[in-house]
């Protein structure tokens, strides 16, 4: 009955670090930022719209009261942002890049004018992340394959990824001296 318990016990403990780790991991980041006019006073209830240059999809938030705006669990992709609001010209940043895990802040200063009239603001949003410590990157997979594999004199001038041929039954072949290899031969004749 203990062995029971323990084995129970054990297999929720695992279960709980497992599902600790699959919440961590995520394909997703977001985009907060401040809308302002041309005095820096904020702007409440602005439409701020991001709409995906991968897909065309597209999402729409308001701003808050405090002229505020965050838009979470956008999937890693490049965005078009544009916000509107009354009595202000619509604002338009071209390229907004969302990285994995990564909270991008893009705030937008509204200019005075009609909603018609647009004002496109084609530079990124900035590098630094003032938000959080974090420093990212995201890297492709042919840029993983390219990278420069250092071969010491520990693997014999080999590569350590380079894989070895297996016999049929999971094992590798091993080299064997002259007199074994003669013993096998003569056992195999008699055979």
Same mark, same amino acid.
């Given at each position: 009955?203990? +062995?029971? *318990?323990?084995?129970?016990?054990?297999?929720?403990?695992?279960?709980?670090?497992?599902s600790?780790?699959?919440?961590?991991?995520?394909?997703?980041?977001?985009? $907060?930022?401040? $809308?302002?006019?041309? +005095?820096?006073? =904020?702007?409440?209830?602005? *439409?701020?719209?991001?709409?995906?240059?991968?897909?065309? /999809?597209?999402? %729409?938030?308001k701003?808050? #009261?405090?002229?505020?705006?965050? =838009? !979470? %669990?956008?999937?890693?992709? !490049?965005? *078009?942002?544009?916000?509107?609001?009354?009595g202000?010209?619509?604002?338009?940043?071209?390229?907004?890049?969302? !990285?994995v895990?990564v909270?991008?802040?893009?705030?937008? +200063?509204? /200019?005075i004018?009609?909603?018609? %009239?647009?004002?496109?603001v084609?530079?990124?949003?900035?590098?630094?992340q003032?938000?959080?410590? =974090?420093?990212?990157? #995201?890297?492709?997979e042919k840029?993983?394959? /390219?990278?420069p594999?250092a071969?010491?004199? %520990?693997? @014999?001038?080999?590569?350590p990824?380079?894989?070895?041929?297996?016999?049929?039954?999971g094992?590798?072949?091993?080299?064997? @001296?002259?007199?074994?290899?003669?013993?096998?031969?003569?056992?195999?004749?008699?055979?």
């Amino acid at each position: 009955m203990t +062995n029971h *318990k323990l084995t129970v016990a054990g297999l929720l403990a695992f279960l709980f670090a497992f599902s600790l780790t699959a919440l961590a991991q995520s394909d997703r980041g977001s985009i $907060v930022g401040t $809308v302002k006019d041309p +005095n820096g006073a =904020v702007v409440s209830d602005a *439409k701020v719209s991001f709409t995906s240059l991968d897909s065309g /999809e597209v999402r %729409e938030v308001k701003t808050s #009261n405090d002229g505020s705006y965050s =838009v !979470p %669990e956008l999937k890693a992709a !490049p965005y *078009k942002l544009t916000v509107e609001a009354t009595g202000f010209k619509t604002a338009t940043i071209d390229r907004v890049q969302v !990285p994995v895990q990564v909270t991008r802040r893009a705030d937008v +200063n509204l /200019e005075i004018g009609n909603v018609g %009239e647009s004002v496109i603001v084609s530079s990124d949003a900035p590098v630094l992340q003032t938000d959080s410590p =974090v420093q990212q990157t #995201n890297v492709t997979e042919k840029q993983i394959r /390219e990278l420069p594999l250092a071969i010491g004199a %520990e693997s @014999g001038g080999r590569s350590p990824l380079a894989s070895r041929r297996k016999h049929s039954c999971g094992s590798t072949p091993m080299r064997i @001296g002259r007199r074994a290899a003669r013993r096998r031969r003569i056992s195999r004749i008699s055979a």
